[in-house]
């Protein structure tokens, strides 16, 4: 069973530009939620979607937005990088919507590492 | 400010010690996970916890969810050089979001 997919694993990008990463969840997963980890600040939530709803979204400006696509896959996008934006972006999958379930688990890919010079 | 304090944030023991990892709140959280991050990897859940004064045990590691569901623990027996990583605890909280302890690094000796 194939585990979440995250494309590009690193990229390098100067400030103001944008970037668009990917996420392919596992198969039959239909929640995708994001974080951006850093040695600072640890994982904060970004966004979770669910059948291409965004369904919960945490404290992050609005250059940070996600979509999902009818297979569950899921892109988000970062518009006018800026140097505090370098971190590693990390996608989950779940069968569930967010929720406090307990039955509620995540499976996170490998993540994308963003540097912004 | 993080939702949730883990301490220490760093922990080196030698290979055969034991080693206590906690993780506190003034939030209630309806569940809490334990994940497990190795370098150039994402987070791998270990457990979750959903009962107020619930002990799991999962071989040489024991996790403990706080009576009041404020806190919780992981205690590991006699460490191995294989447990070494970056060990994070996260809570559901009413709003449905998952929120991350800054993590322990920690590093076990062989």
């Known amino acids: 069973k194939a585990g979440v997919t995250q494309t590009p694993r690193y990229l390098i990008k100067t400030r103001g530009q944008q970037v668009t990463l990917s996420c392919s969840p596992i198969?039959?997963?239909?929640?995708v939620s994001w974080y951006q980890q850093t040695p600072g600040q640890g994982l904060q939530f970004l966004f979770e979607y669910f059948s291409e709803t965004q369904r919960n979204k945490g404290n992050f400006p609005g250059r940070f937005s996600g979509r999902q696509f009818s297979n569950s896959r899921s892109e988000m996008n970062v518009s006018t990088l800026e140097l505090g934006d370098s971190a590693l972006y990390l996608c989950?999958?779940?069968?569930?919507?967010?929720?406090?379930?307990?039955?509620?688990?995540?499976?996170f890919g490998a993540g994308s590492r963003l540097t912004v010079l | 400010t993080q939702l949730l304090e883990q301490s220490p944030q760093f922990l080196s023991i030698q290979e055969g010690e034991n080693l206590t990892v906690y993780c506190n709140s003034s939030s209630v959280f309806s569940s809490l996970q334990w994940y497990r991050q190795e370098p150039g990897e994402g987070p791998v859940l270990l457990v979750t916890?959903?009962?107020?004064?619930e002990v799991k045990k999962l071989k040489r590691l024991t996790f403990q969810f706080g009576d009041a569901r404020k806190d919780s623990s992981l205690h590991i027996t006699a460490a191995q050089p294989g447990d070494t990583g970056l060990y994070l605890c996260a809570g559901f909280s009413n709003d449905y979001k998952l929120s991350f302890g800054a993590g322990t690094t920690v590093t076990v000796r062989a």
């Open positions: 916890v959903v009962t107020g004064g």
């Open positions: 198969s039959g997963h239909r929640s």
């Open positions: 989950a999958s779940s069968t569930l919507a967010g929720g406090p379930s307990g039955a509620n688990v995540l499976t």
